[in-house]
């Protein structure tokens, strides 16, 4: 089908095909989705559209199969990897896991700084160890 005759089949009955993907999915934006893949899907098949038979019928077929289609992978997906939410608590716990590793990681940056300025003559580690105590300690 060429870009025309998609055009054509948009303005005359788009809004159909809307609806079906909007009952298939019972969601706004995978109805879009489902919606735009079905047009694409019909520009990219290679033959020309009869107007004498049923038009509409193809596009509804599309969407139903790209659907359907859609089903089994997701169904494919959650039997190798299943997908769930987190609640609030565990949500909270890894971001503080987070905090913990931050707060690792700038212990072992002060050690090594620390270990730095002890090679220093003596007369510039006394400046740099109060300033970076001041900064350790968030001043």
Not at 18 to 44: G, I, N, P, S, W
């Amino acid at each position: 089908m060429d870009a025309r005759e998609i055009e054509k089949c948009i303005d005359d009955f788009g809004t159909d095909i809307y609806r079906f993907c909007l009952k298939l999915c019972a969601d706004k934006e995978d109805a879009e989705d489902l919606y735009q893949q079905t047009f694409l899907k019909a520009l990219e098949t290679e033959r020309t559209l009869d107007w004498e038979k049923n038009p509409k019928a193809l596009f509804f077929s599309l969407a139903h199969n790209l659907w359907k289609s859609d089903r089994r992978k997701q169904a494919r997906r959650n039997t190798i990897a299943p997908c769930s939410n987190f609640d609030d608590e565990t949500e909270t716990l890894l971001h503080s896991e987070e905090r913990i590793e931050e707060g690792y990681l700038q212990k072992e940056l002060i050690t090594k700084v620390r270990q730095i300025i002890q090679t220093l003559p003596e007369k510039f580690q006394v400046p740099l160890d109060g300033f970076h105590r001041q900064r350790s300690r968030g001043k």
